[in-house]
Structures are given as structure tokens and as C-alpha cells.
């Protein structure tokens, strides 16, 4: 049965550039935008910026460097600069909550506007452009009128909304597992290194891994344990256990996988008090106030890049910037030593060596069917195999500073993104930092 709703909105915010998502992407794309002197406005369904990089836990940052360059260059590393200076991340380590203040920093120096707790629901379209895109919030629903649109929704809700195709997990439709990770205080750290048991590649946390799934301690018998991290001086992150058969397009499937996994995660505690060294005084202080998910839909755009070009090293001559991460399929189900082995023996010698990386064309974050709109983050146009490279969070940043640059340039320069010529948006970010070392202005 269906019923139809109508009602009429008021049109609550006028402003150049509309980026819903105030993920990894969605912030360096507001940024961008706005640096170029675009009004733009961020809206986000959360109470705070950094999706998946601090809502979800996320406690360390992927390659950013290919060991002589830095492969996110602009706002890129000019978060990474200012998060070691204020202490949001230590090397690679994220301390979330000042992660928080450091993003919110950066959008409100840039002029960005934000709106938190606010959820895009709907587009209306006009000629394949979206004329008004519909949020709600507290206040009530409304519509907000943009030139362009960015989606770094992570999941594209607005880039299907408005129509463009895309594609999800592997030939079954499978998707990687999430993890609900944890922050975990009353760890001694220095214990817990003497005690030589770290993550999946270490031969003494297997052993207790086996140990305790055959005692029946821990009910998944999961070892691809992606380890813990120190992210400040008296805290812990977890980036444990997987969470199996997640569909982050369904809430009820999300509700039911989160409840499972806030007991999972209590599994966890009793394993690592009671079997590892360092954790004997510990305690989870706190879950993600949402699943991490890995994995979503991704838009088809222009291009679809692919694991050819990442085998290929591939360079474009419309590249936005270039990355390296290793693709990184987590298995779709537990299944023990068999599952573990069959991710090792993937993955094992497809890392890129010291100044190898793979370039990213402007056409993924151009979704078809629409004119207006573009992504950038988790859900740009990629088969399977480079989402599970280019999804983590330099790499989000680096589509996020092109996406927001091109939606602010292509209405200064009165043409359709896709119409932006490659090589003035190049010239843009290269003067911005990005790295583009095959391109000159
Ligand atoms: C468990 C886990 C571990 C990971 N480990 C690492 C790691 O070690 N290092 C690393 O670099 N990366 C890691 N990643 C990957 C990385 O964190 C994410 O892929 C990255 O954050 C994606 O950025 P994004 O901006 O595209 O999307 P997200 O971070 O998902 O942000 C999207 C934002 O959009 C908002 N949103 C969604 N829909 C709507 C809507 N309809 N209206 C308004 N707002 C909306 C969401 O609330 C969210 O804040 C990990 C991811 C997970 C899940």
C-alpha cells in the first residue's frame, strides 16, 4: 500500500554550493568551495563533522605520503599539519574529539555554513539539474536552493536522488562487514606492547583469538582483528570486530546489526581483560555513535575507475590528484583461518612501492544522467576494487578539495561541471597544493 504526501515547503536557504555530508569529503569540498568565494552551505544528518572519521571511531589515517610526496596535498595536509599541532592526531592516530574542533575550525575560517542534524530526504529536478534539494530537521521540512550540489553522503542518497546510476557490493550484491568501533580507557599500553599481541599479523593474538572462540568467549569466529590503537595519552581506540551482513541502505538492518555489536563488543572486553596483557584494568568507555561502514554505493560517473588502472599506475590526462592505499576487500563473512588466509593471500603484493600511485580522474566525480551535481568521497565512481582503496580518508579529502574547487569554478566560468575544462581545474588545484606531478601549469 502506498500513499501519496504533498505539502508545501518553504525555501529556507539560498547559497551557491550545497554539500550534504560533513564526512572527510564533504568538509575539504566545502572548504574548497568556499575558498574560491562561493557561499556554501554543509548540512549533516549528525551532531558533528567527520562522518566516518569520528562519529564511527575511525582511529588511524591511511597513507598520505608515497613515502616523497604528499598525495593530498592542500587541504589535505593542511589538516594533517594542524591536527599534529593540536594534538587531533599523532602521526596517524585520530583522537576524535579533537579532530572534531579542528574540522569545525577549518569550515567556519572558510566561511562555510553548517547545519547539523539535518538530513537531505529529497531532490526536485529540473531538466536534469536539481532545482531544490529537501532536508529535515527540527525546525520542520524545508528546500534549499543551490547552484551546485556535492554529494559526500558517503552512501550517494543525493546523487541517486537526482538519478544517476550506481553500483553496490560484489557480484551478489555481498558488502564489506562494518565494525562498531570503541574508545577504551584504563589500558596500559606499555604492558599491552610488552605483551606482543597486536592484530591479525601476530601469531600470539591468533593463538588467543582461536583460544577464545573455541572456548566460546567470543561467538564470531572472526581473526582478521584490525587491532587497537593509542589516540591520546589515557585513551584507546578499537577498531574491533567486524560486524557481517550489514546493508547501511536499510535502518532496520542497521538497527538490528548495531544492538548485535554493542554485545559483540562487550565480548571483546571480557577477551581482552581477561587474556591480554594490559587490558586487565580496561573498560570500554564508549561505542561509534554510528556503525563504520565501509561500504555503499558507488555512483557510476564519467569514468569508472577501475583495478586495471590501479594494477597500471594509471595517469589521466583530466586527474584531480593521485592515491595509493592498497585495495583492501574485507571478507564479506567470518569464516575463521580459511576466510583470514584468503584476505591475506589477496592482498599481499598489490601494495605500491615508494612513489607509485594511481591517478584519479575528474570524470568520477561527474555522476551521469546530471548536470549540477558531483561527488566526492566513498561514493565516487570506482569498481569495487579501488572503492576499497580510495575510500579511506586522504583519499576522501583529495576527491572532497576537487569536487568542492570544480562546483565553485564551473559557476564562476557559467558552464556545467562536466563542462569545466580538466586543465583550468588542474591549474586551480595545483596552485592550491594538490599534487599533480603530471601536470604542469
Ligand atoms: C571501521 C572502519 C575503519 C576504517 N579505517 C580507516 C583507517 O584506518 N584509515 C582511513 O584513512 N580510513 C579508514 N576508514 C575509511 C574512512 O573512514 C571512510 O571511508 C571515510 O570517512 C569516508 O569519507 P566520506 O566523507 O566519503 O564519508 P563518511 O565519512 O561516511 O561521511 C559521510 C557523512 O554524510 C552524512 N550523511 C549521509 N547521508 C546523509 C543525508 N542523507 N543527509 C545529510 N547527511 C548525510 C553522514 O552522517 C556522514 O557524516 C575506515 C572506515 C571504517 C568504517
Known amino acids: 500500500m502506498a500513499v501519496i504526501y504533498q505539502k508545501e515547503l518553504a525555501i529556507k536557504h539560498r547559497c551557491d554550493v550545497c554539500v550534504v555530508g560533513a564526512g572527510p569529503a564533504g568538509i575539504a569540498a566545502a572548504i574548497a568551495a568556499a575558498r574560491q568565494g562561493q557561499s556554501v552551505m554543509l548540512f549533516e544528518s549528525l551532531a558533528m563533522p567527520g562522518g566516518m572519521s569520528t562519529a564511527a571511531l575511525v582511529p588511524v589515517l591511511m597513507p598520505w605520503t608515497d613515502g616523497d610526496n604528499v598525495l593530498c596535498g592542500g587541504i589535505g595536509k593542511e589538516i594533517i599539519?594542524?591536527?599534529?599541532?593540536?594534538?587531533?592526531?599523532?602521526?596517524?592516530?585520530?583522537?576524535?574529539?579533537?579532530?572534531?574542533?579542528?574540522?569545525?575550525?577549518?569550515?567556519?575560517?572558510?566561511?562555510?555554513?553548517?547545519?547539523?542534524?539535518?538530513?537531505?530526504?529529497?531532490?526536485?529536478?529540473?531538466?536534469?539539474?536539481?532545482?531544490?534539494?529537501?532536508?529535515?530537521?527540527?525546525?520542520?521540512?524545508?528546500?534549499?536552493?543551490?547552484?551546485?550540489?556535492?554529494?559526500?553522503?558517503?552512501?550517494?542518497?543525493?546523487?541517486?536522488?537526482?538519478?544517476?546510476?550506481?553500483?553496490?557490493?560484489?557480484?551478489?550484491?555481498?558488502?564489506?562487514?562494518?565494525?562498531l568501533c570503541?574508545?577504551?580507557?584504563?589500558?596500559d599500553w606499555h604492558e599491552f606492547r610488552l605483551g606482543g599481541a597486536f592484530s591479525h599479523?601476530?601469531?600470539?593474538?591468533?593463538?588467543?583469538?582461536?583460544?577464545?572462540?573455541?572456548?566460546?568467549?567470543?561467538?564470531?569466529?572472526?581473526?582478521?582483528?584490525?587491532?587497537?590503537?593509542?589516540?591520546?595519552?589515557?585513551?584507546?581506540?578499537?577498531?574491533?570486530?567486524?560486524?557481517?551482513?550489514?546493508?547501511?541502505?536499510?535502518?532496520?538492518?542497521?538497527?538490528?546489526?548495531l544492538i548485535e555489536n554493542r554485545r559483540v563488543c562487550a565480548e571483546y572486553e571480557r577477551f581482552f581483560r581477561t587474556s591480554i596483557r594490559g587490558f586487565a584494568n580496561a573498560e570500554i568507555a564508549a561505542t561509534g555513535a554510528v556503525m563504520g561502514v565501509r561500504e555503499s554505493r558507488r555512483i557510476t560517473g564519467d569514468y569508472?575507475?577501475?583495478?586495471?588502472?590501479?594494477?597500471?599506475?594509471?595517469?589521466?590526462?583530466?586527474?584531480?590528484?593521485?592515491?595509493?592505499?592498497?585495495?583492501?576487500?574485507?571478507?564479506?563473512?567470518?569464516?575463521?583461518?580459511?576466510?583470514?588466509?584468503?584476505?591475506?593471500?589477496?592482498?599481499?603484493?598489490?601494495?605500491?612501492?615508494?612513489?607509485?600511485?594511481?591517478?584519479?580522474?575528474?570524470?568520477?566525480l561527474c555522476p551521469q544522467q546530471v548536470e549540477n551535481v558531483l561527488c566526492a568521497g566513498r561514493c565516487v565512481s570506482t569498481d569495487r576494487a579501488v572503492m576499497a582503496s580510495l575510500r579511506v580518508i586522504p583519499g576522501c579529502w583529495i576527491t572532497g578539495m576537487a569536487a568542492g574547487?570544480?562546483?565553485a569554478m564551473s559557476i564562476a566560468q557559467d558552464c556545467t561541471p562536466r563542462a569545466l575544462p580538466a586543465r583550468t581545474l588542474q591549474q586551480q588545484l595545483k596552485r592550491d597544493g594538490a599534487f599533480l606531478p603530471n601536470f604542469n601549469v
Open 405 to 407: 574547487t570544480a562546483a
Open 201 to 257: 599479523n601476530d601469531d600470539n593474538m591468533l593463538a588467543l583469538l582461536r583460544k577464545a572462540v573455541a572456548d566460546g568467549m567470543l561467538s564470531q569466529d572472526d581473526y582478521h582483528l584490525t587491532g587497537m590503537t593509542k589516540t591520546s595519552d589515557n585513551v584507546v581506540t578499537g577498531n574491533l570486530s567486524h560486524c557481517f551482513g550489514i546493508n547501511p541502505l536499510d535502518e532496520l538492518s542497521m538497527t538490528a546489526k
Open 182 to 187: 570503541s574508545l577504551w580507557a584504563g589500558v
Open 81 to 179: 599539519d594542524r591536527a599534529q599541532a593540536t594534538g587531533a592526531m599523532r602521526g596517524g592516530a585520530i583522537y576524535a574529539e579533537r579532530l572534531k574542533r579542528l574540522y569545525e575550525d577549518m569550515l567556519l575560517e572558510a566561511g562555510v555554513v553548517i547545519s547539523y542534524t539535518t538530513k537531505l530526504i529529497d531532490v526536485i529536478m529540473r531538466d536534469k539539474h536539481i532545482d531544490l534539494a529537501i532536508f529535515n530537521a527540527k525546525s520542520g521540512t524545508f528546500a534549499v536552493k543551490a547552484q551546485r550540489y556535492v554529494d559526500a553522503s558517503g552512501d550517494g542518497d543525493l546523487a541517486v536522488m537526482a538519478g544517476a546510476p550506481y553500483e553496490i557490493g560484489d557480484a551478489q550484491g555481498r558488502m564489506m562487514p562494518g565494525t
Open 304 to 364: 569508472v575507475l577501475n583495478a586495471d588502472d590501479y594494477q597500471k599506475r594509471a595517469t589521466f590526462p583530466d586527474e584531480i590528484g593521485r592515491y595509493n592505499f592498497g585495495i583492501d576487500i574485507h571478507p564479506a563473512e567470518p569464516g575463521g583461518d580459511a576466510s583470514l588466509a584468503e584476505h591475506k593471500k589477496q592482498y599481499i603484493g598489490q601494495h605500491y612501492r615508494r612513489g607509485e600511485s594511481y591517478g584519479i580522474p575528474y570524470r568520477v
